[in-house]
């Protein structure tokens, strides 16, 4: 009798589409998807308004992607696009009211996704957790401390 292996893909994969309906249906009430929240995330922590480019090359994506990405999200009120001074060719995005209100919704989820990630473990078991992850991503050749994410399809 064969024993089926256990292979960690799957597991993976179903762990971040669970995360992915858990932030997709936080978000749906402000008519924004998980991969749109990511970049307004990104562009809520960042220091200084960034460029399109700025966003294709932290999340991977290509430049139709993030380009369609922002023009909904520009659409629906969440930023705007105002001329770098300095280079014409570069249009900067500013977070609106509408996508900063939106911000605390999507902290909301993220803690309640963290949480439900990790209940029933230990303090000790989330810390070696959190080490086994950064291990593995490091394994395939990526800093834990740096966000990869591959094209995703576009809504």
């Known amino acids: 009798m064969s024993v089926l292996k256990q292979y960690f893909g799957p597991r993976f994969r179903v762990l971040h589409w669970c995360t992915d309906q858990i932030?997709?249906?936080?978000?749906?009430?402000?008519e924004l998807t998980a991969s749109q929240g990511r970049i307004m995330a990104y562009l809520v922590h960042r220091a200084d308004p960034p460029c399109a480019r700025d966003i294709e090359e932290h999340f991977h994506l290509s430049h139709p992607s993030v380009s369609g990405t922002l023009?909904?999200?520009?659409?629906?009120?969440?930023?705007?696009?105002?001329?770098?001074?300095?280079?014409?060719?570069?249009?900067?995005?500013?977070?609106?009211?509408?996508?900063?209100?939106?911000?605390?919704?999507?902290?909301?989820?993220?803690?309640?996704?963290?949480?439900?990630?990790?209940?029933?473990?230990?303090?000790?078991?989330?810390?070696?957790?959190?080490?086994?992850?950064?291990?593995?991503?490091?394994n395939m050749?990526?800093?834990?401390?740096k966000h990869f994410h591959k094209e995703e399809p576009q809504e």
């Open 71 to 138: 023009s909904r999200l520009e659409k629906k009120g969440f930023l705007e696009f105002r001329p770098d001074p300095d280079d014409r060719r570069c249009k900067r995005i500013y977070m609106l009211p509408k996508g900063l209100a939106c911000h605390e919704r999507m902290e909301q989820a993220i803690a309640r996704i963290e949480q439900q990630t990790v209940a029933g473990f230990t303090p000790e078991e989330q810390a070696q957790f959190s080490r086994f992850l950064d291990r593995a991503i490091r």
């Open 141 to 145: 050749g990526v800093s834990p401390c």
């Open 23 to 30: 932030m997709n249906d936080a978000l749906s009430q402000v």
